[in-house]
């Protein structure tokens, strides 16, 4: 029977690229998901009974050992980027990850697989970045054979990065941005996934790698590319990091008073506490050439799926044509 890895977070952004790869290999795929029921899609990523969407609770001993129960390998991909209701940093980021790892250790799988990111540090002023340190720090003591991967901010057809603001521009004339001059090392989604793959079939040190896609770019550089494909003139114009403090703690608290009914996903005072910092590999760290792969540039990918926010989306490039025949 073929091996089962088990891919907690797997119908995520980062997980269903992961159960892709990891079906084409031949592992059947359980993917965890605390909706399994909106995760369906991942049956079609394999043949018939290979990829099946189960509960997991990753705040939970017992769910989480059913889910690893006989799997061979376990990749963790939760992570948060904003607090909500029980789904605190602590919570998911720290304790979850350590509980992943022990389980895995008791239950006896022969690989882990951890999605952390660029930035984990113990002594950040973020709780973001501090959860994410504190969870590399729990797997490897529970489980000191695991994969650590640290991506920068992560780009493809469903990203939360450049499909936002290509949405945002396509309702207003001005761009706002959060620390215009801070530097990123976009990496592509799909990259991040061969590189979880390969710490699955034990053809990775154990350790941490960094993964940044081949270019450093600022923030503004970023906005300045994606708007030629998107067809659109924008202003683009940074919010200084005093006013976007005050900005976040105002739509933290909503969400506080609100109990929740207000979820801030615009803009935290986490989030701006993070942008304030440089996203890029560590000088000297491991990443994707040890791992033997090139990863893709942003320019190479972006006009795959940002051609939806032109003005007339997929016919914009047709009535390009139209005038260049006219003329």
């Excluded at 891919?7 to 795929?29: D, H």
């Excluded at 992560?154 to 001005?174: C, K, P």
């Excluded at 608290?253 to 615009?266: D, R």
């Amino acid at each position: 029977m073929s091996k089962l890895v088990t891919i907690i977070g797997g119908s995520g952004f980062v997980g269903r690229y992961i159960a892709r790869r990891m079906a084409k290999e031949g592992w059947r795929v359980r993917v965890a998901s605390r909706r399994p029921n909106e995760a369906i899609f991942v049956r079609t990523y394999g043949v018939v009974g290979q990829v099946e969407p189960v509960f997991c609770n990753i705040r939970d001993d017992m769910s989480v050992r059913a889910a690893l129960s006989g799997a061979d390998a376990v990749v963790n991909c939760v992570g948060i980027l904003n607090i909500s209701g029980k789904n605190r940093f602590d919570a998911v980021q720290a304790e979850g990850a350590e509980r992943v790892a022990r389980i895995a250790r008791e239950e006896g799988l022969s690989s882990l697989v951890h999605i952390s990111a660029i930035g984990a540090d113990a002594e950040s002023d973020s709780e973001y970045a501090r959860t994410k340190a504190a969870g590399e720090a729990a797997v490897q003591q529970a489980f000191p054979g695991a994969v650590i991967l640290r991506p920068s901010i992560i780009f493809g057809a469903e990203d939360r990065f450049f499909n936002r603001f290509a949405g945002m521009a396509r309702m207003t004339l001005i761009l706002p941005v959060v620390g215009a001059e801070t530097r990123f090392q976009p990496v592509y989604v799909d990259d991040v996934a061969q590189a979880a793959v390969l710490g699955v079939l034990g053809r990775a040190e154990p350790g941490i790698y960094e993964l940044g896609g081949p270019n450093v770019h600022t923030f503004r550089e970023l906005m300045q590319a994606m708007l030629p494909l998107i067809r659109r003139r924008r202003a683009i114009v940074n919010v200084p990091f005093g006013v976007a403090r005050v900005m976040g703690g105002v739509l933290d608290f909503l969400q506080t008073i609100t109990f929740g009914l207000f979820s801030n996903g615009i803009l935290t005072r986490d989030q701006v506490r993070n942008l304030r910092r440089d996203n890029v590999v560590a000088p000297g760290a491991r990443g994707f050439e040890a791992l033997g792969i090139r990863p893709a540039p942003v320019a190479a990918v972006l006009p795959e799926y940002l051609w939806r926010y032109r003005p007339t989306g997929q016919y914009d490039a047709i009535k390009e044509s139209a005038r260049n025949l006219r003329s």
